[in-house]
């Protein structure tokens, strides 16, 4: 199983940009996809998009498409959670997962998560 740890998380004003990555342990990343989640307090996990590992392609949600951006390094066997623009409604605590067989939306294909990166925007 492979373990993930995420980092990048801080305090940011509104119309900020911060960075996140998600570094996948082990030589090679040999799962479907790396989703992107996050919860804030009081809030269910929501998802916000995922990259493809193996050819790099990406989907968001709509609460995010435009702002955020996934990309990976294969080689560095790492994820990255580009985000611009940030609101106050985006300060949560951030996950990345692995998702083994096909990429998707849906919590449940994930079955290894990181412990979580905190996001603080400030209006």
């Known amino acids: 199983q492979v373990q993930l740890q995420e980092s990048g998380g801080g305090l940011v004003q509104a119309g900020g940009s911060l960075r996140l990555s998600c570094a996948a342990s082990?030589?090679?990343?040999?799962?479907?996809?790396m989703g992107w989640f996050r919860q804030a307090p009081g809030k269910e996990r929501e998802f916000l998009g995922y990259i493809i590992w193996s050819g790099g392609s990406t989907a968001y949600a709509d609460s995010v498409k435009g702002r955020f951006t996934i990309s990976r390094d294969s080689a560095k066997n790492v994820a990255y959670l580009e985000m611009n623009n940030l609101k106050p409604e985006d300060t949560a605590l951030y996950y990345c997962?692995?998702?083994?067989?096909?990429?998707?939306?849906?919590?449940?294909?994930?079955?290894?998560w990181g412990q979580g990166t905190q996001v603080t925007v400030s209006s």
């Open positions: 997962a692995a998702a083994r067989y096909h990429a998707t939306a849906a919590r449940s294909e994930y079955y290894s």
């Open positions: 082990g030589p090679t990343f040999r799962d479907a996809a």
